[in-house]
């Protein structure tokens, strides 16, 4: 059974830091391109970066975190990281880690096979 379980949000004023991990269990890690997304209430779910299997070499970012959060992966320990540095109230949302087989745009949710339940993230001003 695949299992993405996500760990590490919380609550920060504006200009902290946090850093998500997602670790995964039952798939074959190394075969799938991971991303990170964020829905904030009464938003769509946006995609927020992305990390090509097997070993990361691609990254991908939405404009709005670039330069800001940073996506990572660690194959031996079946994890993936987002650090996010100098976090804005505009961040607040759920965050979600999601796997993925097949090639195409990482921005594309339904792409996606297998999803975490989500973390809360919560910036204030």
């Known amino acids: 059974q695949v299992q993405l379980v996500e760990s590490g949000g919380g609550s920060v004023q504006a200009g902290g830091s946090l850093r998500l991990s997602c670790a995964s269990s039952?798939?074959?890690?190394?075969?799938?391109?991971l991303g990170w997304f964020r829905q904030a209430p009464g938003k769509e779910r946006e995609g927020v970066a992305g990390?090509?299997?097997?070993?990361?070499?691609?990254?991908w970012y939405d404009d709005s975190v670039k330069g800001r959060f940073t996506i990572s992966r660690d194959n031996a320990k079946t994890t993936m990281y987002l650090q996010m540095n100098s976090l804005k109230p505009e961040d607040t949302a759920m965050y979600y880690c999601?796997?993925?087989?097949?090639?195409?745009?990482?921005?594309?949710?339904?792409?996606?096979?297998?999803w975490g339940q989500g973390t809360q993230v919560t910036v204030s001003s």
């Open positions: 999601a796997a993925k087989r097949n090639n195409g745009d990482w921005r594309r949710a339904t792409a996606y096979n297998y």
């Open positions: 990390i090509s299997a097997p070993s990361g070499t691609l990254t």
């Open positions: 039952g798939l074959t890690y190394s075969s799938y391109t």
